[in-house]
């Protein structure tokens, strides 16, 4: 389980709906607990999919790929460990939208995504954030919904 409050919620859809018709992306940090992990902040990130990045991918729709794809930056991703750790947080989870496609990952997010991480998808409907799911991998390497706990 994965819990949040809406002032969370609002960051991930405020970001996945003016990222619109690209992908957004950011990363969750907070606290894991043996069932459950606590969502303390929310850190939108800059899509960093471009043209190396789709040839590491062999992505042949490099110019429509960002509306299919993200990444975020390794540098950005070590700081982001660096300041976490200095609050007592963990990376917990990521967190990007699926442009006019639904709140379900794709075999693209499976082959990219870590053990014990949430992924927090957003689908984004002509512009407007809906439907909202987190999954995590399971021992099998294949997304499992995770629950989804909003508070106040």
């Known amino acids: 389980m ?9 960051i991930i859809f405020s970001h996945a ?5 690209e992908e957004c992306c950011g990363v969750i940090l907070g606290h894991l607990d043996s069932d459950r992990k606590t969502v303390v902040e929310i850190i939108p990130t800059q899509n960093a ?17 960002r509306k299919r794809r993200y990444t975020i930056a390794p540098r950005e991703m070590l700081q982001l460990q660096k300041s976490s750790r200095d609050k007592n ?4 989870g990521i967190f990007h939208s699926h442009p006019d496609y639904p709140a ?9 995504a870590w053990q ?11 512009g407007r954030a809906g439907d909202m799911n987190s999954w995590m991998l399971d021992d099998n390497s ?4 995770e629950e989804v706990l909003v508070m106040g």
């Open 49 to 65: 999919w471009n043209r190396e990045t789709a040839g590491d991918f062999q992505d042949s729709d490099i110019e429509s790929s």
């Open 116 to 126: 014990e991480y949430s992924y927090i998808i957003v689908s984004v409907q002509k």
């Open 17 to 21: 709906e003016s990222t619109y018709p």
């Open 89 to 92: 947080l963990s990376i917990i």
């Open 142 to 145: 294949q997304f499992q919904q």
């Open 2 to 10: 994965i819990q949040l409050n809406k002032q969370n919620l609002q």
């Open 104 to 112: 379900t990952p794709s075999e693209f997010d499976r082959n990219c």
